[in-house]
């Protein structure tokens, strides 16, 4: 006879194994090696249950785990990759990145930062590329550093010697390790870059990622399945009026089905409401912004939440001038410089940040728009219970 107990555990560790997926799609032995011993473990179940449910691919070997994710839109600026101090990247860090692994794609199997800033200056000198880059300014270096210790976080990069501080100081070179095993499974798509033929950036990013049209009614359902649950594993809440009729009769039909799906495999919890669903994590671990967070940034967003819950908008003027008041009335729990000139706008473009990386507001020019989900963080007015006398 089986063990429930045993059953339950294989079932448990599994779960985890998944979730170290989600939360980090690349492990690696060095960064991940517990987490990589699970995946290893349990990588037929989680190749056959992703398959079959997202149609994402997973690729494991000795020192790697990789998730070949594929993003459910293209046009989702609000999770982008950050510096070593929080702040975002911009165009020129992307391009210097993508640079960046193309000059690593040839290099041998050590470098130098000296020596691939060369390699990506020749490469933005490109007459087809022609892109303005010249490391002539520390901002420009900072750039290049900033990409390299994102390479160093994902172990693409492994320092050897040195350190990139040094090298922006014009003091010192920083000596690596190319780690081509990681390097190689970076790159993720349906297609290869070199079978792409359109021309502009937005017609090759679509045909990057473009999958085939489904020509029967169970593919079709099939592409539907694995499309929303992709969204409900990477959104942290899906709207119906942000889906096509197709997608949204699919998940109104099925969404018992794909949630409890989602709910065994990954240990998520279902919220759904009038507006859509969203796949609540009750451990708070498979999400790069958390709300609510402690310190001051944490404070000012939740804020912000509880304001907007009970409005359909609000001008960002007006935002303001919440923010600066609230600085008053807590700044002694805050950080200092919150009531300066100009501090209650940055306080406010954080939190906007995080917000609407949650899909709780939507950022227009001169004003946010409260998404219905937003309403979670609505604050009720207290119930006062009366007490028949003597009944203590």
């Known amino acids: 006879m089986n063990d429930p107990a045993l059953s339950e555990q294989d079932a448990s560790r599994r779960r985890a194994a998944l979730r170290a997926l989600l939360r980090r799609p690349l492990l690696t032995v060095e960064s991940d090696p517990q987490d990589l011993v699970l995946v290893r473990r349990y ?69 130098t930062l000296g020596r691939l800033a060369e390699e990506v200056l020749n490469a933005a000198a490109e007459p087809d590329l022609a892109f303005p880059f010249t490391l002539d300014s520390r ?33 010192g070179d920083v000596l690596y390790d190319v780690r081509r095993v990681v390097l190689a499974s970076l790159l993720t798509g349906v297609r290869g870059p070199s079978t792409v033929t359109a021309t502009g950036f937005e017609e090759r990013l679509a045909e990057l990622t473009d999958e085939a049209v489904p020509d029967t009614d169970d593919l079709r359902n099939r592409a539907l399945r694995r499309g929303l649950t992709r969204r409900l594993l990477e959104d942290p809440v899906v709207y ?72 359909s908008s609000a001008g960002r003027d007006e935002l303001v001038a919440f923010v600066r008041d609230a600085a ?34 939507e950022t227009l020019p001169g004003r946010v728009l409260a998404r219905p989900a937003i309403a979670r963080y609505a604050l009720e007015e207290p119930t006062v219970r009366e007490t028949r006398r003597g009944a203590e």
Request: glycine share 8%.
């Open 328 to 361: 008053v009335r807590h700044g002694s729990y805050w950080r200092k410089g919150v009531t300066e000139p100009g501090a209650a706008e940055e306080l406010l473009g954080i939190a906007l940040e995080k917000l609407a990386a949650l899909r709780l507001v």
């Open 240 to 311: 119906y009026d942000d889906l096509d009729d197709a997608e949204r009769a699919y998940l109104v039909s099925q969404r018992a089905a794909i949630t409890r799906r989602i709910e065994e495999a990954a240990g998520l919890v279902t919220e759904a409401r009038a507006e859509g669903v969203a796949m609540v994590d009750p451990d708070d671990e498979l999400t790069d912004v958390r709300m609510p967070e402690q310190r001051t940034d944490g404070h000012v967003t939740l804020l912000i939440a509880e304001y907007l819950s009970g409005r």
């Open 43 to 111: 990588q037929a179940e989680l190749r056959d249950w992703l398959g079959k449910e997202t149609g994402w691919r997973l690729q494991v070997d000795a020192e790697t785990a990789r998730l070949f994710k594929t993003a459910p839109t293209l046009d989702d600026g609000t999770h982008p990759a950050r510096g070593k101090a929080g702040e975002a990247f911009g165009r020129r860090r992307y391009v210097v990145l993508c640079l960046a692994l193309a000059a690593l794609e040839r290099a041998d199997a050590q470098t």
């Open 139 to 171: 901002a420009e270096r900072s750039d290049l550093v900033a990409v390299v210790r994102l390479l160093l976080g994902w172990d693409v990069l492994r320092r050897v010697s040195g350190d990139e501080e040094s090298y922006l100081s014009a003091t």
